[in-house]
């Protein structure tokens, strides 16, 4: 069992950055992948990035790539999303989510992560 809190998302210009935080507690945070996906206002959540328990990492590159970085803490039991160069487009809600796998590669699946937190709202004004 896995629970996660979400926190670091606010209100922002456009061009500015925001990093979220997804902490974990469990003691096996270090197995899980863990995946970041958002939820614009009045649209489907779609996949944002994502980062294996040993250390894959895959991004939505039509939108994000190259501007988000996904990484993590394992001693923290912490995942974080470092956002630059942030666009109107990317307000949203946020979500991160778990999923215990072995593959070096983590999914880009919802369906694949059994594990969800509350979510975190960033807003960019243009």
């Known amino acids: 069992q896995v629970q996660l809190v979400e926190s670091g998302g606010g209100l922002v210009q456009a061009g500015g950055s925001l990093r979220l935080s997804c902490a974990a507690s469990?003691?096996?945070?270090?197995?899980?992948?863990v995946g970041w996906f958002r939820q614009p206002p009045g649209k489907e959540r779609e996949f944002a990035a994502a980062?294996?328990?040993?250390?894959?990492?895959?991004y939505n590159t039509d939108s994000v790539k190259g501007r988000f970085t996904i990484s993590r803490d394992n001693a923290k039991n912490t995942v974080y999303l470092q956002m630059n160069s942030l666009k109107p487009e990317d307000t949203a809600v946020y979500y991160c989510?778990?999923?215990?796998?072995?593959?070096?590669?983590?999914?880009?699946?919802?369906?694949?992560?059994?594990?969800w937190g509350q979510g975190t709202q960033v807003t960019v004004s243009s």
């Open positions: 469990g003691r096996t945070f270090s197995s899980y992948a």
């Open positions: 989510a778990a999923d215990y796998s072995s593959s070096y590669f983590p999914e880009r699946r919802a369906f694949e992560y059994a594990y």
């Open positions: 980062i294996s328990w040993r250390g894959g990492k895959i």
